[in-house]
């Protein structure tokens, strides 16, 4: 990323659809081909796991497998699978702006496991070949979901028998043939989810367009990584977590943020090598181009709550792997692009961390206009190795942001930039522009950004459930005339994609 340019962030449920969630469907292809139009060289997207209660792609059942709710239907349809009388009959929710989960976990796998019976996938030797190639982590995520929805009625391993809940041989093999076809379904998912997204990825490399994909830093208690791997994690002889991971209390939240995602036992990945790190890495670049790693901090000292304890305010920090992690990384796998995502408050050591790596880091607009102090994140302070945002998907909308902030911080943005946003409709693009005038190497615009949308085009919250994950655009979203305003700010800032 040493030349300037620019990109989208957009997940890949937010795209619109048919079938009430965006997916690798024709929609996915028509952005790629919006993306080329407007002059972009990067779409960026969160992770691709399978998600589970609260629907966060930061909790996912599995952190090598992909989540089945972006198969495209479609393409089952024309192998003869599903009939689109099938599909348009399931309800996946009324609102086209929002996706009903309820809607989407009720119907669509029924719909899944139809494709799945109809599709003969037994006879098919790349099938086989893709279980064998990937049989490190397959068989143990298609087991866990089968147990999980079969035996337990979706409840997590922490829920579960004994002797299944810390891999009993003997039960194991009893459950591997009771529930030989559900596993092979998951096995099938993920096939399929792989052959689509390799063919979505290529189109979009085929049109100059690279993907910056999402890791989180922890997995998730939930998870088939947890069930399947304890001694990777900071678990006691019970099977529970010893602490959990969050963020101390700060400004924003009192009782600081309890993710409650089990720690690491990084003494032990560093006696194996980093060997878990090198595989989860491994496969993250064989889906994305390239890596944002979630919580970088966390590499340096993670802050670590007591497991039980119902508020972050118990935690305290403890030291990570260091650079450690990331000299075994470039030793494996050679140089690869890798995005740090370094917000919040960041000590010296984290800066330090940041520097010898190498990797740029993330530098937010909304972070920047805060009137009681000289911030970091104001456009004179960046470097050219980082990524600017006007907002993540953590934060409100550039629209709704502005709408919600405070006189002196409204008035600090207009000294800042010389500019009343008289055009209140239009103020979006005054913040787009001056991140993509900033000398940051990259700039990535999210869509609701380059829409602008009002906070309800808000993806997600951070400490709350309920209302996030949900928003994706409505059809005919992007017109030719944002397109080519979108490609005429790339080219007059030296970001046009040629």
């Known amino acids: 990323m040493k030349e300037r340019r620019c990109g989208v962030l957009l997940p890949i449920f937010s795209l619109p659809s048919k079938y009430g969630i965006g997916a690798f469907s024709q929609e996915a292809y028509d952005f790629v081909d919006q993306l080329e139009e407007a002059g972009q060289s990067y779409w960026q997207i969160l992770p691709l796991g399978p998600t589970g209660y609260g629907d966060s792609p930061y909790q996912s059942f599995s952190t090598f497998a992909g989540n089945p709710y972006f198969l495209d239907l479609d393409s089952f349809i024309k192998k003869g699978w599903l009939t689109k009388e099938e599909c348009e009959l399931c309800h996946f929710g009324k609102e086209e702006r929002y996706i009903a989960y309820d809607m989407i976990y009720q119907n669509r796998f029924p719909l899944l496991k139809k494709a799945y019976e109809r599709s003969k996938i037994k006879e098919e030797k790349d099938f086989k070949d893709f279980c064998e190639r990937e049989q490190d982590w397959l068989f143990d995520y298609a087991l866990y979901m089968a147990i999980k929805e079969e035996k337990f009625d979706g409840k997590g391993f922490m829920e579960w028998e004994e002797e299944i809940r810390f891999r009993d041989p003997t039960v194991m093999k009893r459950y591997e043939k009771e529930l030989e076809q559900t596993i092979e379904f998951y096995c099938f998912l993920q096939y ?25 830093i922890y997995v998730a208690f939930d998870s088939a990584d947890t069930w399947a791997n304890p001694e990777l994690f900071q678990f006691d002889d019970g099977g529970n977590p010893i602490k959990v991971a969050g963020c101390p209390p700060d400004a924003f939240s009192a009782d600081g ?7 690491y036992r990084w003494e032990y990945h560093k006696e194996t090598g980093y060997h878990w790190w090198m595989q989860r890495m491994k496969a993250s670049f064989k889906w994305y181009d390239i890596v944002r790693i979630d919580h970088f901090r966390g590499f340096d000292e993670y802050y670590a709550i007591p497991y039980g304890d119902t508020t972050a305010r118990n935690g305290r920090w403890e030291k990570g792997p260091g650079i450690e992690l990331f000299e075994t990384l470039k030793k494996e796998l050679g140089e690869k692009e890798i995005i740090a995502e370094d917000l919040g408050f960041l000590t010296e050591t ?22 009681r102090e000289e911030s970091d994140y104001l456009p004179h302070n960046y470097e050219r190795n980082s990524v600017v945002y006007t907002g993540t998907h953590d934060n409100n909308t550039i629209q709704g942001w502005y709408d919600e902030m405070t006189p002196e911080d409204q008035q600090l943005s207009i000294d800042y930039m010389r500019n009343n946003f008289k055009d209140r409709e239009n103020l979006h ?3 787009i522009m001056l991140a993509m005038r900033s000398v940051s190497n990259l700039c990535i615009i999210p869509a609701w950004d380059y829409l602008g949308v009002d906070k309800s085009g808000r993806i997600n919250t951070p400490s709350t459930l309920g209302d996030n994950w949900k928003w994706r655009m409505e059809k005919e979203m992007f017109p030719k005339s944002i397109l080519q305003k979108m490609k005429q700010s790339a080219r007059i800032t030296g970001r046009l994609c040629q």
């Open 257 to 263: 943020q309890l993710w409650g995602n089990p720690l």
């Open 192 to 216: 399929e989810f792989e052959k689509q997204w390799t063919k979505l990825k290529q189109y979009a490399n085929q049109k100059g367009i690279q993907i910056i994909g999402d890791i989180p």
């Open 350 to 371: 984290v800066k330090e961390l940041l520097k010898k790596s190498g990797y740029p880091g993330m530098k937010v607009l909304q972070f920047a206009f805060d009137s």
């Open 429 to 431: 693009w005054d913040f």
